[in-house]
């Protein structure tokens, strides 16, 4: 009580994004004073023995963030990716093509009619999606079917990140970045997207073609069971947070957690729960470092993440 007065903050053309960060920690401002105690979470993550997590719903991917969650991996700060099957298309899809500019407020009716999906304010045209995704990943998928029919699916995206390397700008691809670092991207909802519909696809002629999706639960509960300490950045919430904190709930809740969410918590949903109500289910461990930061993901990750980088 009464100890850390409210400072003013003072910015000019010569501030640096450290500097900001640092003021914001003085300055109080709501959600601002969490973004220093987020980095500084982050950073204990990177400085101690500890298996980092990053999970992440898919549709950043379809904005320029992608380039920020790839630096993540290129810069060894991420040890096991939890994802949805939207991150594989939307990767995948801007290798091959190009996504566009659009506004939360457009004629939807009329884009129907263009062949032009909107998602948010991002346009993806039909021939940038699903033809391009359909016509590239069919003959992949026949290649690995002839080294063998059974595949936990991470080692499919593995695989796809070793093809996309030999694609134009295939700098750009997170996963390409995850398979020259061997980084795991398990995805527990892998037919939910363009990439599963493809694999269903391929399966309708190929029977014995099987994701062998608790091979890869048995590959992600041993990554926990032998981790020092672990840590995650959860952008968001879903399917993707879940699966990060239930399997850490067996070795007795995360040590570092860090989640950003625009999502409310009256709505009683995954997205909208704090971190500190993991506490209760075992998933987060009650000294952890953790904090939830309120925000838009494609404006806050720069700001606790560029820091670090």
Known sequence: M?????????????????????????????????????????????????TKFLSFPADIMATGTRGLIRQLVENDMVDVVVTTCGTLDHDIARI?????????????????????????????PDDSYGIPIE????????????QESRWPPWKIWHELGLRLAKEENSSE????????KN??????????????????LFWQSHKDFTLDVLAEEHELSDIVHEANSTGALMVGGGISKHHTIWWNQFRDGLD???????????DGSLSGARV?????????????????????????LPLILGPLL
């Not at 506004?103 to 032009?116: A, I, P, S, T």
């Not at 691809?173 to 020259?180: G, H, Q, W």
């Not at 109500?277 to 806050?300: C, M, N, Q, Y």
Request: charged letters at 25%; hydrophobic letters at 40%.
């Open 96 to 124: 091959l093509a190009d996504y566009y500019h659009g506004d939360f407020v457009m004629d939807d009716e009329k884009l129907r009619e263009e062949g032009v999906s909107r998602l948010g304010n991002v346009l993806v």
């Open 135 to 146: 016509s590239w990943i069919q003959p992949i998928l026949e290649d690995l079917y002839s």
């Open 256 to 266: 570092y957690a860090v989640q950003v969410t625009t999502a409310p918590e009256w």
């Open 173 to 180: 691809s997170f996963l390409v970045e995850c398979a020259k």
């Open 2 to 50: 009464r100890k850390n007065p409210v400072k003013d903050i003072q910015i000019n053309s010569n501030t640096t994004l450290e500097d900001l960060i640092s003021q914001f920690g003085e300055a109080g401002g709501f959600v601002a004073s969490k973004i220093p105690t987020a980095t500084s979470i982050i950073k204990n993550m990177n400085e101690n023995e500890c």
């Open 276 to 300: 500190r109500e993991a506490v209760s289910w075992g998933k987060v461990k009650p000294k952890a470092r953790r904090i939830t930061v309120e925000g838009d993901a494609t404006v806050l």
């Open 183 to 200: 980084i795991k991207v398990f995805v527990p909802g892998p037919t939910d997207g363009a990439v599963g519909s493809q694999l269903w």
